[in-house]
Protein backbone atom coordinates (compact mmCIF):
# COMPACT_ATOMS: atom_id res chain seq x y z
CA UNK A 1 0.00 0.00 0.00
CA UNK A 2 0.78 3.79 -0.72
CA UNK A 3 0.33 6.30 1.36
CA UNK A 4 0.71 10.15 -0.47
CA UNK A 5 1.61 12.62 2.42
CA UNK A 6 1.28 15.92 2.15
CA UNK A 7 2.45 18.42 4.78
CA UNK A 8 1.65 22.46 4.83
CA UNK A 9 1.74 25.33 7.00
CA UNK A 10 -0.78 25.83 8.65
CA UNK A 11 -2.77 29.13 8.36
CA UNK A 12 -0.98 32.46 9.67
CA UNK A 13 2.53 30.97 9.62
CA UNK A 14 5.02 32.72 7.45
CA UNK A 15 5.92 30.74 4.78
CA UNK A 16 9.06 32.56 3.14
CA UNK A 17 9.83 29.99 0.71
CA UNK A 18 6.28 30.74 -0.94
CA UNK A 19 7.06 34.55 -1.04
CA UNK A 20 10.08 33.84 -3.11
CA UNK A 21 8.47 31.52 -5.20
CA UNK A 22 5.34 34.35 -5.94
CA UNK A 23 7.84 37.10 -6.52
CA UNK A 24 9.86 34.75 -9.17
CA UNK A 25 6.68 34.22 -10.78
CA UNK A 26 5.87 37.94 -11.08
CA UNK A 27 9.52 38.63 -12.39
CA UNK A 28 9.33 35.59 -15.15
CA UNK A 29 5.81 37.52 -16.07
CA UNK A 30 3.04 35.84 -14.91
CA UNK A 31 0.88 37.92 -13.59
CA UNK A 32 -2.48 37.50 -11.53
CA UNK A 33 -0.45 35.12 -8.79
CA UNK A 34 -1.92 35.19 -5.11
CA UNK A 35 -0.68 33.67 -2.44
CA UNK A 36 1.63 31.19 -2.48
CA UNK A 37 2.63 27.82 0.02
CA UNK A 38 5.01 25.96 -0.05
CA UNK A 39 4.92 22.53 1.45
CA UNK A 40 6.57 18.69 1.48
CA UNK A 41 5.01 15.43 -0.33
CA UNK A 42 6.41 12.54 0.94
CA UNK A 43 5.24 9.05 -0.77
CA UNK A 44 5.72 5.88 1.68
CA UNK A 45 5.55 2.64 0.26
CA UNK A 46 4.19 0.44 3.26
CA UNK A 47 3.80 -3.53 3.15
CA UNK A 48 0.64 -3.33 5.08
CA UNK A 49 -2.29 -3.97 2.89
CA UNK A 50 -4.89 -3.58 5.83
CA UNK A 51 -6.18 -0.13 5.13
CA UNK A 52 -7.40 0.44 8.55
CA UNK A 53 -4.16 -0.28 10.24
CA UNK A 54 -2.27 1.64 7.27
CA UNK A 55 -4.09 4.84 8.14
CA UNK A 56 -3.16 4.51 11.43
CA UNK A 57 0.33 3.82 11.06
CA UNK A 58 0.66 6.27 8.71
CA UNK A 59 -0.86 9.20 10.95
CA UNK A 60 0.97 7.99 13.77
CA UNK A 61 4.25 8.54 11.03
CA UNK A 62 2.90 12.30 10.59
CA UNK A 63 2.79 13.25 13.98
CA UNK A 64 6.03 11.60 15.39
CA UNK A 65 8.52 12.21 12.26
CA UNK A 66 7.31 13.69 9.01
CA UNK A 67 4.77 16.59 10.14
CA UNK A 68 5.58 19.42 12.99
CA UNK A 69 2.21 19.43 14.41
CA UNK A 70 2.97 22.84 16.01
CA UNK A 71 3.06 24.83 12.91
CA UNK A 72 1.81 22.36 9.88
CA UNK A 73 -0.86 20.46 9.15
CA UNK A 74 -0.98 17.25 7.10
CA UNK A 75 -3.60 15.31 5.07
CA UNK A 76 -2.39 11.78 3.23
CA UNK A 77 -4.35 9.25 0.55
CA UNK A 78 -3.95 6.05 0.89
CA UNK A 79 -3.50 3.32 -2.92
CA UNK A 80 -3.40 -0.09 -2.80
CA UNK A 81 -0.39 -1.19 -4.47
CA UNK B 1 -8.85 29.03 -8.61
CA UNK B 2 -5.85 27.30 -6.69
CA UNK B 3 -3.83 25.24 -8.22
CA UNK B 4 -2.25 22.09 -6.40
CA UNK B 5 1.15 21.07 -7.32
CA UNK B 6 2.92 18.33 -6.60
CA UNK B 7 6.77 18.18 -8.03
CA UNK B 8 8.30 14.48 -7.56
CA UNK B 9 11.86 13.01 -8.39
CA UNK B 10 11.80 10.93 -11.43
CA UNK B 11 12.29 7.43 -11.24
CA UNK B 12 15.85 5.93 -10.65
CA UNK B 13 17.02 9.49 -9.16
CA UNK B 14 18.74 8.98 -6.08
CA UNK B 15 16.62 10.52 -3.40
CA UNK B 16 18.57 10.98 -0.47
CA UNK B 17 16.21 12.88 1.86
CA UNK B 18 13.85 10.07 1.12
CA UNK B 19 16.17 7.14 2.66
CA UNK B 20 16.89 9.54 5.50
CA UNK B 21 13.09 9.49 6.19
CA UNK B 22 13.00 5.77 5.72
CA UNK B 23 16.15 5.34 7.91
CA UNK B 24 14.35 7.48 10.76
CA UNK B 25 10.90 6.01 10.78
CA UNK B 26 12.92 2.38 11.13
CA UNK B 27 14.61 3.84 14.31
CA UNK B 28 11.13 5.30 15.55
CA UNK B 29 9.54 1.23 15.46
CA UNK B 30 7.84 1.81 12.17
CA UNK B 31 8.12 -1.75 10.82
CA UNK B 32 6.96 -2.60 6.64
CA UNK B 33 8.25 0.57 5.65
CA UNK B 34 9.61 0.16 1.87
CA UNK B 35 10.62 3.05 -0.45
CA UNK B 36 10.22 6.39 0.56
CA UNK B 37 10.16 9.49 -2.36
CA UNK B 38 10.29 13.10 -0.74
CA UNK B 39 8.83 15.74 -3.04
CA UNK B 40 7.28 19.26 -2.44
CA UNK B 41 4.19 20.58 -2.78
CA UNK B 42 2.89 23.79 -4.00
CA UNK B 43 -0.38 25.79 -3.54
CA UNK B 44 -0.37 28.67 -6.27
CA UNK B 45 -3.74 30.86 -5.69
CA UNK B 46 -4.30 32.36 -9.23
CA UNK B 47 -6.95 35.35 -10.24
CA UNK B 48 -7.39 33.43 -13.15
CA UNK B 49 -11.17 32.00 -13.31
CA UNK B 50 -10.97 29.95 -16.74
CA UNK B 51 -9.32 26.37 -16.26
CA UNK B 52 -7.88 25.85 -19.36
CA UNK B 53 -6.11 28.64 -19.77
CA UNK B 54 -5.30 28.62 -15.42
CA UNK B 55 -4.22 24.79 -16.56
CA UNK B 56 -1.75 26.49 -19.49
CA UNK B 57 -0.48 29.15 -17.20
CA UNK B 58 0.38 26.23 -14.17
CA UNK B 59 1.94 24.35 -16.84
CA UNK B 60 4.00 26.89 -18.16
CA UNK B 61 5.00 27.82 -14.43
CA UNK B 62 6.07 24.47 -13.62
CA UNK B 63 8.10 24.03 -16.73
CA UNK B 64 9.84 27.25 -16.57
CA UNK B 65 10.50 27.59 -12.58
CA UNK B 66 8.86 25.34 -9.99
CA UNK B 67 10.48 21.56 -11.02
CA UNK B 68 13.87 21.08 -12.71
CA UNK B 69 12.21 18.97 -15.64
CA UNK B 70 15.82 16.74 -15.83
CA UNK B 71 15.22 15.09 -12.80
CA UNK B 72 11.79 15.85 -11.59
CA UNK B 73 8.07 15.58 -12.66
CA UNK B 74 4.82 17.33 -11.72
CA UNK B 75 1.07 16.60 -11.91
CA UNK B 76 -1.28 19.50 -10.40
CA UNK B 77 -4.83 19.73 -9.76
CA UNK B 78 -7.33 22.87 -10.10
CA UNK B 79 -9.63 24.11 -7.79
CA UNK B 80 -12.56 26.79 -8.30
CA UNK B 81 -12.39 29.14 -4.90
Chains 1, 2 share one sequence.
Do not use: H, W
Amino acid sequence: MKARIKITLKNGVLDPQGKAIANALGALGFDGVGDVRQGKYIEVELDDTNRASAEKTVKAMCEQLLANMVIENYSFELEDA
